[in-house]
């Protein structure tokens, strides 16, 4: 090969170039209100371990910053498809019996849960 | 009526209408779009939200939902599904596919039967959730000892039509929901019943002083069950506002729940504790196109909506907007104009329609029946206490009402006949005779009502004010 | 631990051949499988579940069949090994996660269907990462799998259950599941063939997702021609896949001898630099030698932006995750952890439930679609993917497939980067762009290293371009170093007691 170069991580990182989002190195505070979000408890030092651990990916993934990406349309889906549809009949259900068996808790053919405070959040 | 001075503060409204669309099957999968019923009997990988289930879009469902599009004078166009994310027991996969940047709906109106237009933001499909049970501490849900979860409902197909907060008041809230609900009824896409929760209304409520152009802080109310708690929610909720306004108090943006037994709305949650639902365009569904063939077959094939009977109703038999629209609810208008056109006299066709006709079997008369009846009233055959049950008759046994005047022996009376009646009551009647003839005009209904007691109802009201009229001088 | 290199077992076309044809019965074969598991599965730990009794039973089930002279399928009596994020009615399905420990399904994932439309014979399901996410297999919740070229190494991942069960003889095939490299990179690091098809060629229904709109089904095998004949099986169309492809599947069986003459190969420049192990290069060089020998025509092309894959993929596979991920609440099945709350139970469910890369993908996920945020990494990093697409739509108009290293190095240690997530996810620098841009790649074994470790050489190819990559694969595959590869097409004909 003629020309070599390392793979990834060589290119001039200047922020300048980064968008001033992506800039903004992520806090504790900003884990912390992620995770409960996600509805995982984190214990100090993991809080401590996965800040660190996510601002590193995000410094990396800040490197997208470079790139011009005026005028790209957003790519959610390799191969574009449109209009996948089914007709509106009826298949094949699940027994309540078998599904409420793997269930953790269940009452009455239902899903027995504690009790839920408030409205969805 | 308001707890608050009209002249000086403007309420402004804003609905969101989620109805669920009349599909046999699930949004995003094969079980039956039914609940009520056993719980957790309607379900599959899909409903239940398991590991590897995909979601594939309900044909039928996109069908409905640009049938109610179009009716909505919506732009139909390009949409993508998207993700909310939430957790919540109800919400089997904790997120809600919905449409969120690209609805398929959007930029359309409604026409209030007074002529209003209201602004229609977008209609776009979602899936609904399922319904948790509270169980202990009387069932409330901040007490409760525990909760049962049903997925039947979950995934069922919804359209929600948001509004945009052109309304002003409760009674045009209240006509805007009703002539949704009747839209959505005509084109099959919903059945439209509020109680039953198959259309739920959330009301967006503001106020500001009249002449300002600034929105003010607006609230959401959810629990909305009827049009009568709509009406009173938006009253409360606008006199909420405007107390702490006056109070020199602020509005706090929130999601309220209206109590109809209190009468009152509660404070669910504040807005500040932002909701962050993290929406991104559903990976496992494809964009939604609808070509213009499609668009146009639907067009096609829509029924005359509405507002357009209710112009029609009003131009064929010169009913007046409001009769216009109780008969085009009762679905009345074809039968009406129909008997017009066969050459009834229009404003009694609507007169029975309006006050004779409420009974949904009304549907079934023919139009030659109506056409005939009206005519043997005006040809006074029959009088109007005659007509009233004989079109009840009809309504019940779908006869004709030659047939049924025949059977009950209603003829009209020969004019020498009911002479002698009013005679004969006149001098039964000796001190109410004196006081009539003095000029008691309200002794009129009195000797008609002897007379149409004597007569069995057969005379003709009119010809018996003539007839007391000329003994009088 | 290390093998000998010239083991051989028998491939899937020998043994479906030879059941099909009378001349072996399945329960041999079987048996013959069952044999090697019982002697190295308690050093490797491939699976985390095997039912003996259900598979003898159908095994016995094929031979019946055959002897009454059914056609059985192309996969007649092929054992065959599950990764454990697919799907199988009645049979456990982990992801290796506390979460789903115990959680059985109750339906069959599609390409467990059609395997068993095809006459094969389910032997286990495989150990991986947790929910697919990690490169070494160290991330399961039941413990790793050791890699059966040696044992102190780890075999790759996430699909590392499925391609340690191939190289040890447990089974010919198995398939994983590929979301940025996860069969291709432990197909590497164990000497196997490992597919990753066209996005939408392989149903993904009943496969548990991770990335959704990167994830792909697809096998690993000793040689090219089991994996396409495990490919023909599992490819098509899937009305219960909103995003599988109308189109007809390749049958790339068909096409196995078509040769490279006059294929055009892309040598891709910014894949062959200081971050790949020389050995590494040396294969690939060698292997694009090969080809020109074969008579293709070798050229050096450039994908500017293949560079920035790495970042727009730990930005879009973790922001899907993260969503596909919140069904695990301890309501519906799997894990509960009780608590007073439905709020707080859900919590601490995924809390204990989750392992920590789990978590970690997770909070990057939530993180990047959260408000605020959404634009600057989920929005930009689907513009970047549509940068990088362009790059390679642009490439194929001068060449037919691209040939690049899949790993930048042979299998490493256990434990040796468990610690450090970047230099984990570095791993898939080669593998990552082709889920980016939903194009087929494959590895195909070619050379070891001087520790005697396989090393792989990825093809790649446009969009529903199966049947050209299985061509150059083939001739790879022909000219591949002695001992590249455990298996050979040779084997089961030469000698039946190579069961």
């Not at chain 2, 009345?332 to 006299?345: F, K, M, P, Q, T």
């Not at chain 3, 049958?251 to 294929?263: N, T």
């Not at chain 3, 309501?331 to 919590?347: F, K, N, Q």
Request: charged residues 25%; aromatic residues 6%; proline residues 5%.
């Amino acid at each position: 090969m003629s020309k070599r170069r390392s793979v990834g991580r060589c290119r001039d990182r200047s922020a300048d170039s980064l968008g001033p989002e992506m800039n903004d190195r992520i806090s504790k505070d900003d884990v912390e209100k992620v995770a409960r979000l996600a509805l995982l408890h984190l214990e100090p030092s993991e809080l401590e371990t996965f800040t660190g651990q996510l601002a590193a990916i995000l410094d990396h993934a800040s490197d997208m910053g470079q790139l011009d990406l005026s005028g790209v349309e957003p790519m959610t889906q390799p191969v574009p498809l449109s209009n996948v549809m089914r007709a509106d009949e009826v298949g094949e259900l699940l027994d309540r019996g078998d599904v409420l068996a793997s269930a953790p808790c269940s009452e009455d053919g239902q899903f027995r849960v504690p009790p839920v405070l408030g409205e969805p959040s | 009526m308001s707890d608050f001075d009209e002249s000086e503060w403007e309420t402004v409204i804003g609905l969101e209408v989620h109805a669920e669309l009349a599909t046999r099957t699930k949004l995003f999968s094969s079980a039956p779009n039914e609940f009520g019923g056993e719980p957790n009997t309607n379900i599959d990988p899909v409903t239940l939200g398991l590991p590897g289930a995909l979601p594939v879009l309900n044909e039928q469902a996109v069908e409905l939902a640009i049938r109610v599009g179009l009716a909505l004078h919506c732009t139909v166009q390009r949409s993508i599904f998207a993700r909310k994310n939430y957790f919540y027991p109800d919400q089997a996969k904790n997120y809600q596919i919905s449409q969120f940047d690209l609805p398929i709906n959007i930029d359309g109106w409604i026409e209030l039967p007074d002529g209003k237009r209201i602004g229609i933001e977008r209609a776009h499909l979602e899936e609904d959730t399922g319904k948790s049970t509270h169980i202990g501490g009387g069932g409330r849900i901040h007490e409760a000892d525990y909760s049962l979860v049903d997925y039947n409902r979950c995934g069922v197909p919804l359209l929600e039509i948001v509004g945009r907060p052109d309304l002003r008041n409760g009674d045009d809230a209240k006509a805007y929901v009703s002539e949704l609900r009747a839209i959505l009824v005509a084109v099959g896409a919903s059945d439209g019943k509020m109680e039953e929760g198959s259309m739920r209304v959330d009301c967006n409520v503001s106020v500001r002083r009249r002449g300002e152009t600034e929105f003010g802080t607006r609230c959401e109310v959810k629990n909305i069950n009827s049009l009568r708690s709509l009406g009173r929610a938006i009253n409360y909720e606008a006199a909420r506002h405007v107390a702490l306004i006056e109070a020199g108090e602020k509005v706090e943006q929130q999601t309220r729940h209206w109590d109809e037994s209190e009468g009152r709305t509660h404070k669910l949650r504040s807005k500040e504790e932002a909701d962050d639902y993290r929406y991104f365009p559903e990976p496992d569904l494809v964009e939604l196109d609808p070509s213009a063939e499609w668009i146009e077959r639907v067009r096609s094939e829509l029924p005359s909506l509405p507002a357009q009977r209710r112009h029609d109703l009003v131009d064929r038999t010169g009913a007046t907007p409001a009769q216009a629209g109780l008969i085009v609810e009762r679905g009345l208008d074809a039968l009406c104009i129909a008997a017009v056109d066969l050459g009834a006299d229009g404003s009694r066709v609507v007169t029975h329609a309006e006050h004779n006709l409420a009974d949904p079997r009304a549907v079934d008369l023919t139009p030659e029946n109506l056409a005939k009846l009206t005519e043997m009233e005006t040809g006074g055959d029959l009088s109007a206490t005659q007509a009233k049950q004989v079109i009840a008759e009809m309504v019940e046994t779908g006869a004709s009402p030659v047939d049924i005047a025949k059977a009950h022996g209603f003829e009209a009376m020969d004019t020498d006949a009911l002479a002698t009646t009013v005679d004969e009551v006149i001098a039964a009647n000796p001190d109410e005779w004196q006081r009539y003839c003095d000029g008691d005009g309200k002794l009129t209904g009195f000797f008609v009502g002897q007379v149409m007691k004597a007569t069995k109802g057969q005379a003709d009201g009119k010809a018996v004010s003539a007839l007391l009229n000329a003994r009088k001088s | 631990m290390t093998h000998d290199g010239a083991t051989t077992y028998p491939t899937a076309t020998a043994i479906a051949e030879a059941v099909a044809g009378g001349t072996l019965s399945a329960s041999a074969v079987l048996d013959a499988h069952l044999a090697r598991t019982a002697a190295s599965e308690g050093t490797i730990h491939a699976f985390n579940h095997t039912d003996d009794d259900a598979a003898r039973q159908r095994a016995n089930e094929i031979d019946a069949r055959v002897s009454a002279g059914e056609d059985v399928g192309p996969l007649a009596g092929v054992p065959i090994v599950i990764k454990d994020n697919i799907c199988t009615k009645g049979v456990p399905t982990t992801c290796s996660s506390r979460m789903l420990d115990g959680w059985i399904p109750p339906y069959d994932a599609t390409v467990v269907r059609k395997l068993a439309a095809a006459g094969a014979v389910t032997v286990g399901k495989a150990n991986m990462d947790e929910f697919a996410m990690g490169s070494s297999t160290e991330n399961s919740a039941f413990g790793p799998t050791l890699n059966p070229r040696d044992t102190t190494r780890v075999p790759g991942g996430s699909s590392g259950g499925s391609a340690a069960s191939v190289a040890a003889g447990f089974a010919p095939v198995a398939l994983g599941s590929d979301t940025g490299g996860s069969i291709r990179q432990p197909a590497a690091f164990c000497g196997l063939v490992g597919v990753k098809p066209t996005y939408g060629l392989v149903s993904r229904l009943g496969l548990i997702a991770f990335g959704s709109s990167l994830d792909q089904i697809g096998p690993l095998t000793h040689t090219v021609a089991d994996a396409a004949l495990v490919l023909d099986v599992i490819s098509g169309h899937d009305s219960g896949d909103s995003t599988s492809l109308p189109t007809p599947a390749p049958r790339v069986s068909a096409h196995l001898d078509d040769g490279v003459a006059g294929l055009r190969v892309g040598l891709v420049r910014e894949l062959m630099g200081d971050g790949i192990a020389p050995e590494v290069l040396a294969s690939v060089n060698q292997a694009a030698e090969a080809l020109v020998a074969a008579g293709a025509i070798v050229e050096e092309v450039s994908l500017p932006t293949i560079d920035y894959s790495l970042s727009a993929y730990y930005i879009i596979a973790p922001a899907e995750a993260s969503s596909n991920l919140s069904r695990y609440d301890g309501v519906r099945y799997g894990l509960r952890v009780d608590a007073p709350t439905t709020g707080e139970m859900m919590e601490r469910t995924r809390t204990q439930g989750f392992g920590d890369e789990v978590k970690r993908r997770i909070m990057l996920g939530t993180y990047a679609l959260s408000a605020g945020y959404y634009d600057a990494f989920y929005g930009t990093a689907q513009r970047v993917r549509a940068v990088i697409r362009g790059d390679f739509d642009a490439v194929y108009n001068n060449v037919d497939v691209l040939l690049t290293p899949t790993t930048p190095t042979t299998a490493f240690k256990l434990a040796e980067k468990v610690s450090d997530p970047m230099a984990m996810y570095m791993n898939d620098i080669c593998t990552i762009a082709s889920n980016l841009v939903g194009q087929p790649s494959m590895s195909v074994p070619f050379g070891l290293d001087s520790d005697g470790l396989p090393i792989g050489v990825q093809l790649m190819a446009p969009t529903l371009g199966e049947t050209t990559m299985f061509a150059a694969a083939a001739v790879l595959e022909a000219a591949q170093p002695l001992g590249s590869q455990l298996g050979s097409p040779r084997t089961l004909v030469a000698n039946e007691g190579g069961l």
